[in-house]
């Protein structure tokens, strides 16, 4: 059964940096491709990057402009992103999510498959 977990979430300043963690279960998480996505309030929920299988590619959202990067521990089975210089505007649920397509990422909702249960980070001073 796959299962992803989501964790890392938390309140920080703007400029400050957070990791969030997504941690699978029931198959191995290097293989696949892997995504984040986020919701704010009163939003649809929105990709933020995505990365193929060993990261031979990665797609980002316009507004990650480099802030946010994805890596990954296959030995822990973990993906996780790294976001700094975070801003207001990046308050929300964020989400990671496997794919329809295994091998192939995308930063549209309705391609995903399996989701995390989200992690709310909030850019507030």
């Known amino acids: 059964q796959v299962q992803l977990v989501d964790s890392g979430g938390n309140l920080v300043q703007p400029g400050g940096s957070l990791r969030l963690s997504c941690v699978a279960s029931?198959?191995?998480?290097?293989?696949?491709?892997i995504g984040w996505f986020r919701q704010a309030p009163g939003k649809e929920r929105e990709g933020v990057l995505c990365a193929t299988s060993t990261f031979g590619v990665t797609y980002g959202a316009d507004f990650v402009k480099g802030r946010f990067t994805i890596s990954r521990d296959n030995g822990k089975n973990t993906a996780y992103l790294q976001m700094d210089d975070l801003k207001p505007e990046d308050t929300a649920v964020y989400y990671c999510?496997?794919?329809?397509?295994?091998?192939?990422?995308?930063?549209?909702?309705?391609?995903?498959?399996?989701w995390g249960q989200g992690t709310q980070v909030t850019v507030s001073s």
């Open positions: 029931g198959f191995t998480l290097d293989y696949y491709a």
């Open positions: 999510a496997t794919f329809k397509n295994p091998y192939v990422c995308s930063l549209a909702p309705s391609e995903a498959s399996s």
